[in-house]
C-alpha cells in the first residue's frame, strides 16, 4: 500500500499524491483494484466533469465537530457558505452523545476585490481576535481556500503572531478545494493542523495526580493503572458515524472486557491529551483517520489496525474479532459473535424474505459503500454495482474480499450524476444507497434511494445491521415517491448520452493493467 | 466590507448558480475548481432546502481545474468543458461562470468562447468571480447580462406586458410562491408578466422580455441597477418599489402598475375589490381565535434589504404588531444603506421600530440585549413580550433569549421546507397570518 507521509511538512500532500488515490475509473471491481495496487489509478482523467465536494468543504466537518470551536473561512463570502445546516446536527447529535456543543460558530473574512491585490492577512488576524473574545472558544479552526492560497496569504505566520494574545489554540488547515482532487485529502489536513498544535499526553496535575511514590499501595496503583490501559482501546468517530453506531460498538467491546474511548469529534481538545493512554488505535473507517493513527503510532508508538467499517454481519464479527485478536480475546469474541449472529439472524428472516433477490446500486466513501454491499449480500439481495467516490489500494482488503463473495461487478469511481444516470439505465437495479447529494439523481430517476449515512440511524454492529436491513427492505416495500416523480421530472442529459459507455468520458492512460 | 460571523448569503457565483437554477432548462458552465458549484448548491438549498434543480449541484458541468491549470491556465479544460457539455447536457441555454481562480489567473473566457464558435443552442458569459460581490449582486449582474447578451430588443412594447424582478432564488426562500402570486394578482387586472422563475416560465418569456412595457423591480437595492441599464439599453420604464405583503400593501402596489401602465381604473377597484373581500372573509374567521387570546406580538424582524421592510409593514399596518427592531443582514453601501432608511420613514408605523443594519448574528442578539428594557434589573419594566421573530432558522437562539416564537422568513431557512407557499400579495398574507398564529398554538 502507497502511503507517503511527513508529520513535520508545513501541509500534507493531497491523496492522489500521497496514496495515488483515483477520482476517475469506470470498469469492474478486478481491474479497479489491481490498478489501484499498482499506483496508477491516478492516471485517470475525464473529459467532461461535473462539480462536486472541495476539501475545504469537507475540512468544515471534524472542525466545527470539535466541542465548542470556532471555525474561520479564510476566503470570499461564498466558501463555506453552506456550513448553517451544520449548527442543527452537531447540537442534536451532540446531546444524543450526552455532550452540549455551542452549535456551528463560525466567520468568513469576506475577501473581495481590493484584498485579493493587497492580501487578506490583516482581515484574518481581525477575525481571529474577534472570534475569541467574543466566544472563548477551545480552538479555532483557520480554514485556507484557493483565493488566499492563490495570492500567498501565510495563515501560518498570522498564526505565529496572534496565537500568545488569544486563549483559543489556533490551528491553520491548508485545505484550497484547487489543491486536492480527492477531496477526502481533507481528513489528512484537518489532523495535520490537529496534530501540529494539540498534545496526546495527560499532564500532570491538570488531568491526572500522580501516585505517591511513599504511598503503600503505590505498586499496586501502578499496575491498576497500567492494567487499565493495557485493556483500552481508543475508536475515532467521523461526521458519517451517529451515536447510535458508537453506543453499538462499545457495547460489543465492553462485553469482551474492553474499555473504549472515542475521539476526536464531540471532544474538547483538552479532552484529547488521554488519547495515548490506550493500548491500540482503531478507526470505525480509516478513510478518515489513518493519517493520525500512522502519526500516533510513529510519535508515540501506539500500534493501529485497520480492520472494514463494521456494516454488515460479516464485517462486525471480523471488526470485533480483531481488535480481540490484538489484546487475546478471541475466545470471548468468539463467544459474543456467535451469540449475537444467532439473535440476528433469527430477526434477519423475514426481512431476507422481503428482499430477496432485489438489485441494489451503492455509492459514496469506499469502506462504507462495500461492507454495506456485503450487508446487502449476507440478506439475500444482488448488488449489481458499486460508484466509489474516490479509491486506493487501502480498500483492496475489502474489495478482494467483496470480488469473492459478490463477483467482479460493475465497479467505477464517480461523484458524477451524467454517469450515475446512464450506468443505472444499463444496470436496472431495484433500488440504490447513495451517499447524501447522490440520492436525490437516482430518485428523479425513479428508482428510489435511501441515504448511505445519516446520524440518524443506528448503521453498524448487529443492531445496525438489522435497522439497515429493516430500511432497506421498507423502501423497496413502496417505491411510489420514485415512481411518480421519475414518470413527471425531466433530467438534464440528452438522450443519446444514454446511448453511450457511461465513462466514454474517462481517459484511462493506464492500458497495461490487465 | 469587513469579515462577517455566519453571513446570510453566498459569493457572486453563488446568486448567479442559484438564479440559473431558476431559470428554464438552463446549464451553467463553471469555469473553475470542483468544490465551488457542490458548496454554493447546497448553499442556495438552505433557502428552505431549494434542491439541486434542473442543472444544478452536482450536475453542474464544472470545468474542475486542478494546480497545474493554475500554472498553465485553463483555457483547454474549458474548450474541452463546453464541448462535452454540448455532447452531454440537454438545455435551452448554456451560461459559462467563472470563479474566484480562473479571475485571478485571467483566462480569457471571450476569446475562448470565439475558438469553440456557434453552437446549436444560445451560450453566455458572465464574470462571476466571487470575491467581486455577493450572492445578491450576482442575481443583478445576471439579470444585466440576459437583456445586455440574449434579450433582444424590441422597437414595440406590448402595453400589458411586465417583467418582475428583485427577489433572488434560495436567497428569497419564498420566491416561487411569492411570484407566482403576483403574477396571479397582476392577471386579474389584465397584466401579463415574465418571471422567468415560476414553474409556467420556458426560454420564451425571457425572450419576449424585451418586449415589456414595464420593469417592476420588488426590492430597493437588488435588481434598480439592472432595470436603469435595461431602460437606456432596451427603452423599458421601471418601477421601483417592495415586496407587497397582505391587503394594504398589495393593493397600493396594484395600485402603482396600474398608473405605470395607465390601466382602466374601473376594471382595477373591480379587481381588488374582489380580492381584498375574499381576504377579509378569512381574516373574519381567524379573528373568534384572535380576539379571545391576546395574539398581538413584539416582533423582531431580521431579514435581507428586500424582505425586511415589508414584513415589518405588514406587521404594523396589517395585523397590528409592534415591530421593535429590524435588522438587515446584508453588506450595504452607505448610499443603499440611505434608499432603505428613506422607505423605512415613509412607513406610517404606530410605534417605530429601530432600524439596525447588522451582519453578524451574535451581534444581534447583543444588540437587544444591550438595549431592551427587559434585561435591565428594575422591578417594573416594559417587558417585550410576547415576542416573535421573524429571522432566520439561525435566529432561534434570540427567539429563545427572548421566550418567544420563531418563524422562518429570511435566509438561511432550515427547519421548513418550502415549496409553494409565499408571503406576498393576497394569499401571502393570509398565509403569513395563519403561521405567525399556528406558531402560538402549535402545543393545544
Request: hydrophobic share 40%; proline share 4%; net charge negative.
Amino acid at each position: 500500500m502507497i502511503f507517503d507521509v511527513n508529520f513535520d511538512s508545513k501541509n500534507p500532500q493531497s491523496r492522489e499524491v500521497s496514496r495515488r488515490t483515483g477520482f476517475a475509473y469506470g470498469g469492474c471491481t478486478s481491474r479497479l483494484t489491481r490498478c489501484a495496487e499498482k499506483g496508477c489509478l491516478n492516471n485517470c482523467d475525464r473529459n467532461f466533469t461535473q462539480a462536486t465536494f472541495c476539501q475545504m468543504m469537507v475540512s468544515t466537518l471534524i472542525s466545527f465537530s470539535v466541542k465548542d470551536s470556532v471555525v474561520i473561512m479564510h476566503g470570499p463570502v461564498g466558501c463555506g457558505s453552506q456550513s448553517h445546516i451544520i449548527d442543527f446536527s452537531i447540537k442534536a447529535y451532540g446531546a444524543s452523545r450526552g455532550v452540549k456543543m455551542e452549535g456551528a460558530r463560525w466567520f468568513s473574512t469576506n475577501l473581495n476585490e481590493a484584498d485579493v491585490i493587497s492580501g487578506g492577512e490583516t482581515k484574518l488576524k481581525e477575525t481571529i481576535l474577534d472570534a475569541d473574545r467574543r466566544f472563548r472558544p477551545t480552538a479555532i479552526f483557520v480554514l485556507l481556500s484557493c483565493t488566499p492560497a492563490i495570492i500567498g496569504d501565510d495563515i501560518d505566520d498570522v498564526i505565529k503572531q496572534l496565537q500568545s494574545d488569544v486563549t483559543a489554540t489556533l490551528v491553520p488547515l491548508h485545505c484550497p478545494g484547487f489543491k486536492a482532487k480527492v477531496f477526502s485529502s481533507a481528513y489528512d489536513v484537518v489532523y495535520h493542523g490537529i496534530l501540529q498544535k494539540f498534545n496526546f499526553e495527560p499532564i500532570p496535575y491538570v488531568d491526572y495526580y500522580p501516585f505517591n511514590k511513599d504511598d503503600k499501595d503505590y505498586e499496586q496503583k501502578v499496575q491498576q493503572y497500567e492494567y487499565k490501559k493495557s485493556r483500552t482501546v481508543n475508536l475515532y468517530n467521523a461526521w458519517s458515524i451517529g451515536p447510535a453506531d458508537e453506543a453499538e460498538i462499545r457495547r460489543l467491546l465492553e462485553a469482551i472486557g474492553l474499555n473504549v474511548q472515542i475521539f476526536v469529534e464531540f471532544k474538547e481538545p483538552d479532552q484529547w491529551r488521554m488519547i495515548t493512554q490506550a493500548a491500540l488505535n482503531v478507526s470505525f473507517c480509516h478513510v478518515h483517520d489513518l493519517y493520525f493513527l500512522e502519526f500516533l503510532k510513529q510519535k508515540f508508538n501506539m500500534p493501529y489496525i485497520l480492520p472494514n467499517i463494521p456494516i454488515g454481519i460479516g464485517s462486525t464479527g471480523k471488526f470485533i474479532m480483531e481488535i480481540a485478536e490484538f489484546f487475546g480475546l478471541e475466545k470471548e469474541a468468539e463467544k459474543l459473535i456467535a451469540r449475537e449472529k444467532e439473535k440476528l439472524e433469527k430477526a434477519l428472516v423475514p426481512i431476507k424474505e422481503k428482499v430477496k433477490g432485489k438489485k441494489v446500486l451503492i455509492s459514496g466513501g469506499y469502506l462504507r459503500i462495500g461492507t454495506t454491499g456485503l450487508l446487502a449480500k449476507e440478506i439475500g439481495m444482488e448488488v449489481v454495482g458499486f460508484r466509489n467516490f474516490n479509491y486506493d489500494s487501502f480498500g483492496n482488503k475489502l474489495f478482494d474480499e467483496i470480488e469473492e463473495t459478490i463477483g467482479d461487478v460493475s465497479n467505477s469511481i464517480s461523484t458524477q450524476p451524467s454517469e450515475l444516470l446512464n450506468v443505472l439505465r444499463k444496470l436496472k437495479p431495484d433500488m440504490a444507497v447513495s451517499h447524501p447529494g447522490i440520492g436525490v439523481w437516482v430518485t428523479k430517476a425513479g428508482i428510489p434511494s435511501i441515504t448511505l449515512f445519516a446520524q440518524r440511524f443506528p448503521i453498524f454492529g448487529y443492531k445496525g445491521a438489522y435497522d439497515l436491513s429493516r430500511r432497506l427492505a421498507r423502501t423497496l416495500s413502496n417505491s411510489n415517491y420514485a415512481r411518480n416523480l421519475g414518470e413527471n421530472v425531466h433530467l438534464p442529459f440528452k438522450e443519446d448520452w444514454y446511448e453511450k459507455d457511461p465513462y466514454y468520458y474517462i481517459v484511462d492512460k493506464n492500458t497495461d493493467i490487465e | 466590507m469587513a469579515y462577517i460571523e455566519r453571513p446570510r448569503f453566498s459569493c457572486m457565483l453563488g446568486g448567479v448558480l442559484a438564479t440559473l437554477s431558476a431559470l428554464p432548462r438552463t446549464i451553467p458552465i463553471i469555469h473553475g475548481a470542483q468544490g465551488c458549484g457542490g458548496n454554493l448548491s447546497a448553499a442556495y438549498s438552505l433557502g428552505g432546502y431549494l434542491g439541486a434543480g434542473y442543472c444544478g449541484n452536482s450536475g453542474v458541468p464544472s470545468s474542475n481545474i486542478g494546480e497545474s491549470d493554475i500554472i498553465f491556465g485553463g483555457g483547454e479544460k474549458l474548450i474541452r468543458e463546453i464541448n462535452s457539455t454540448f455532447e452531454v447536457m440537454d438545455g435551452d441555454l448554456y451560461v459559462v461562470t467563472t470563479t474566484c481562480m480562473t479571475d485571478i489567473i485571467g483566462d480569457d473566457i471571450k476569446g475562448i468562447l470565439n475558438e469553440v464558435g456557434q453552437k446549436d443552442k444560445p451560450i453566455l458569459f458572465i464574470d462571476t468571480g466571487g470575491f467581486k460581490g455577493n450572492s445578491y449582486y450576482g442575481y443583478t449582474k445576471l439579470i444585466q447580462e440576459l437583456f445586455a447578451q440574449y434579450i433582444p430588443q424590441k422597437n414595440t412594447k406590448q402595453n400589458n406586458l411586465v417583467n418582475i424582478f428583485g427577489l433572488v432564488p434560495g436567497y428569497d426562500p419564498y420566491f416561487r410562491g411569492d411570484l407566482e402570486e403576483l403574477k396571479r394578482i397582476l392577471e386579474l387586472v389584465g397584466v401579463e408578466a415574465n418571471t422567468f422563475f415560476t414553474h409556467d416560465q420556458t426560454q420564451q418569456n425571457i425572450l419576449r422580455a424585451g418586449e415589456a412595457s414595464l420593469n417592476i423591480v420588488l426590492s430597493r437595492v437588488y435588481g434598480p441597477e439592472a432595470a436603469i441599464a435595461v431602460k437606456d439599453t432596451h427603452g423599458i420604464d421601471y418601477l421601483i418599489t417592495d415586496l407587497p405583503i397582505g391587503n394594504l400593501a398589495t393593493v397600493g402596489f396594484v395600485w402603482q402598475v396600474a398608473e405605470k401602465l395607465g390601466l382602466d381604473r374601473e376594471k382595477v377597484s373591480k379587481a381588488l375589490y374582489q380580492e381584498t373581500d375574499s381576504y377579509f372573509k378569512y381574516i373574519d374567521r381567524a379573528t373568534d381565535l384572535i380576539a379571545d387570546t391576546d395574539f398581538q406580538n413584539y416582533a423582531v424582524v431580521i431579514a435581507n434589504a428586500t424582505e425586511a421592510l415589508p414584513y415589518a409593514k405588514y406587521l404594523d399596518n396589517e395585523i397590528g404588531w409592534i415591530t421593535g427592531y429590524i435588522f438587515i443582514t446584508d453588506e450595504l453601501t452607505e448610499e443603499q444603506k440611505n434608499a432603505i432608511r428613506q422607505v423605512f420613514d415613509d412607513i406610517e408605523f404606530s410605534i417605530r421600530p429601530e432600524l439596525v443594519f447588522e451582519t453578524d448574528t451574535y451581534r444581534i442578539q447583543q444588540y437587544i440585549e444591550q438595549n431592551n428594557p427587559q434585561f435591565k434589573s428594575d422591578a417594573y419594566y416594559e417587558t417585550f413580550s410576547p415576542a416573535f421573530v421573524l429571522g432566520s432558522t439561525i435566529d432561534r437562539k434570540l427567539a429563545e433569549v427572548l421566550n418567544g416564537g420563531l418563524l422562518s422568513i429570511s435566509f438561511p431557512v432550515i427547519n421548513r421546507i418550502i415549496l409553494a407557499k409565499g408571503y406576498a400579495g393576497f394569499k401571502g398574507g393570509l398565509n403569513l397570518l395563519e403561521d405567525l398564529i399556528t406558531g402560538q398554538i402549535s402545543g393545544r
